[in-house]
């Protein structure tokens, strides 16, 4: 039977986008919108009664959520920032033990493919080094990184860092690990990279400590 009389709001949509849905746990589509408390009759709305505070609809579970649901990345959007962190780290860590050794270009190259850019060579690497010093000057200086890499790791990684369980931030500076000890121990340098790497990923510096030595006993996996 239909009641009498009742309270709902009335939505209008502002903006459609695709977000991470935290019913469906997955990419969705949904519709962010305002709307307004009514008094309704037999189901008609007869008298507005005050605006209701914005959220984000579902397309597919409708389900409504609080508007701070969009600062969630979705999968797709969180799985470049994930490439572009090991990116990053494989050059910062190239950077800074020299690109003079075989075994460190290897393995940065192997890195980056390994994130998902397949077609990304030893050439397109060099490349990428070359561009990030002529953006900021040398990319490293008597007082550590400096330049356009330093920009870089902190721009990637801090955005990232909140979405990565803790494993994850760890396994990400232990693959810059590999790189710096692919050719033999770590210089002064990739332990300065290494601990940038740490600290943009919110990981206690002797939790990084730990790691780092750990890491030459047992190889990177």
Known sequence: MTRLWG???????????????????GDRNYRRQHGRRWLRLLGTPVLPLGPVIGSVQCTSCHGRYGVESLEQPTCVRLGGMLRDAQYTIALALLAAGG??????????CAA???????????????????????LGGELYDAHGMAGGLAVELHAVLEPLTPH??????????????????ADGRYLPQEREAL???GRCLDLPQTRVGALLEAATRTPYQ
């Open 112 to 134: 980056v493919r390994d994130a998902g850019f397949e077609d990304c060579g030893e050439a397109q690497v060099l490349a990428a080094l070359a561009a990030l010093s002529g």
């Open 99 to 108: 690109t003079a050794h075989r075994a460190a270009r290897d393995a940065a």
């Open 164 to 181: 990565l369980a803790h494993q994850g931030r760890e396994r990400l500076l232990l693959q810059g690990a590999s790189i710096a000890l």
């Open 195 to 197: 601990a940038a790497v």
């Open 7 to 25: 309270v709902r709001p009335r939505w209008r949509t502002d903006v459609l986008g695709d977000f991470f849905c935290p019913g469906c746990g």
